[in-house]
C-alpha cells in the first residue's frame, strides 16, 4: 500500500508542476519578465511553507546539522530558479505539453546516469533495456508533439 501512495503522490506532484508551470508562463506574459515571474514563484513557495510551519502542519525544523551538508546539496534552490525561470521562457515557444515531455526526457536521461554510477549519494540502479526503451519513448514522444506544430516566430 505504501507503494500505492508514493504513486499517487508522486502523480499529484506532477500535476502541481504542470499546472504551475502554466501559470508562471501566464505570470511572465503579464509581467513581461521571466525574471519577474521565477521570483514570484519563489516567494510564494516560501510564504507558503513559511505558514506551513507557524500553523503547525511542520513541526519546527532542527537546522543544527546544516553545516554538516555536502555542498552540493544546496544545487536543489539553484537549479529550481534556473528551472522555473527556463520553463516560463520556453513554454509560450514549444507550449506545456512538449515542454513536460522535453523536462521529463531529460530528467529520465539525467536520473538514468545518476542510478548507474550511484552519484550524489544515491543508491546505483544498473541501466537495463527497459529504462533504455522509455527513454527513448520518450524522445519519441516530444518529436511527435513537435510535427504537428506551425513553426513559431515569438
Given at each position: 500500500m505504501d507503494i500505492l501512495f508514493a504513486l499517487i503522490?508522486?502523480?499529484?506532484?506532477?500535476?502541481?508542476?504542470?499546472?504551475g508551470a502554466a501559470a508562471n508562463a501566464r505570470l511572465r506574459q503579464t509581467l513581461h519578465s521571466p525574471i519577474a515571474a521565477a521570483a514570484i514563484n519563489f516567494i510564494v513557495g516560501f510564504t507558503t511553507i513559511t505558514v506551513m510551519i507557524i500553523t503547525g502542519i511542520f513541526s519546527t525544523q532542527n537546522l543544527d546539522r546544516l553545516v554538516s551538508v555536502p555542498w552540493w546539496a544546496f544545487l536543489g534552490g539553484l537549479l529550481g530558479a534556473i528551472f522555473v525561470t527556463l520553463n516560463t521562457i520556453v513554454i509560450p515557444r514549444l507550449g506545456?505539453?512538449?515542454t513536460t515531455l522535453a523536462v521529463v526526457c531529460s530528467q529520465m536521461i539525467l536520473s538514468l546516469?545518476?542510478?548507474?554510477?550511484?552519484?550524489?549519494a544515491i543508491?546505483?540502479?544498473?541501466?537495463?533495456?527497459?529504462?533504455?526503451?522509455?527513454?527513448?519513448?520518450l524522445l519519441v514522444a516530444v518529436t511527435l508533439t513537435q510535427l504537428d506544430q506551425p513553426s513559431h516566430s515569438k
Open positions: 503522490g508522486a502523480g499529484s506532484g506532477g500535476s502541481f508542476v504542470a499546472i506545456l505539453t512538449t546516469v545518476i542510478d548507474q554510477f550511484g552519484w550524489f543508491a546505483p540502479h544498473p541501466v537495463n533495456p527497459y529504462r533504455v526503451v522509455a527513454i527513448g519513448l
